[in-house]
């Protein structure tokens, strides 16, 4: 089975501070997504990778940076953590970008 | 504007009622895929569909792709209170991959 592992389930930051969420996949997938859940606005897309130290922007890149330095490891990066991004954040890898096996979700709470 | 569209956005019956849920779009897709998401946990991947007019058969939950691969329905038979959870489709109609709001159900004991 595919394992997507995400560091953190639960997170409390302050206004900012720089905070690292870290994703991990055991299934050697070319793909990875880093997503933001909102009540109301489902999954958007903040940053993509199709290969090492390859990035392309989502949908609502602003705010974050993303880094993949090896290929089973995709970090999102909150330089300068604020408020409105208080949200569950989920990685997501894939082989072929359509049948995307998710992390848990990391519940990020800035206060 | 999603690009797609699901409905209905919350849905609540009782344990052996059965349910429809929509997926829509004005885009083609060369395919769908429809995930389930409980609470807490992140979404897993249930079924994909690639043929305009397929149907897929998962035990009580049928999904079918439409003719013009531009929209999609699950439907379920006699729910269960383990079928509560999030549904969302999802597909690329070209790079990039993109996610319904998704159906909220809840099947009340």
């Known amino acids: 089975d595919v394992k997507v592992t995400q560091s953190s389930r639960y997170l409390v930051k302050r206004t900012g501070e720089k905070v690292f969420l870290e994703c991990v996949q055991d299934m050697d997938h070319e793909n990875m997504f880093w997503y933001r859940q909102d009540p109301g606005l489902g999954l958007r897309l903040i940053y993509f990778s199709y290969d090492v130290k390859m990035k392309e922007k989502g949908d609502i890149p602003e705010g974050y940076s993303v880094s993949r330095e090896k290929k089973e490891r995709f970090s999102l990066i909150l330089e300068s953590a604020s408020t409105n991004q208080t949200s569950m954040y989920l990685c997501?890898?894939?082989?072929?970008?359509?049948?995307?096996?998710f992390g848990a979700g990391t519940r990020l709470s800035v206060l | 504007t999603q690009l797609l569209e699901q409905s209905p956005q919350f849905l609540s019956i009782q344990e052996g009622e059965n349910l429809t849920v929509y997926c829509n779009s004005s885009s083609v897709f060369s395919s769908l895929q429809w995930y389930r998401q409980e609470p807490g946990e992140g979404p897993v991947l249930l079924v994909t569909v690639v043929t305009g007019g397929e149907v897929k058969k998962l035990k009580r939950l049928t999904f079918q792709f439409g003719d013009a691969r531009k929209d999609s329905s699950l439907h379920i038979t006699a729910a269960q209170p383990g079928d509560t959870g999030l549904y969302l489709c999802?597909?690329?109609?070209?790079?990039?991959?993109?996610f319904g709001t998704g159906t909220s159900l809840t099947v009340i004991p």
């Open positions: 997501a890898s894939s082989r072929d970008h359509l049948n995307q096996y």
């Open positions: 999802a597909g690329a109609p070209g790079n990039q991959f993109y």
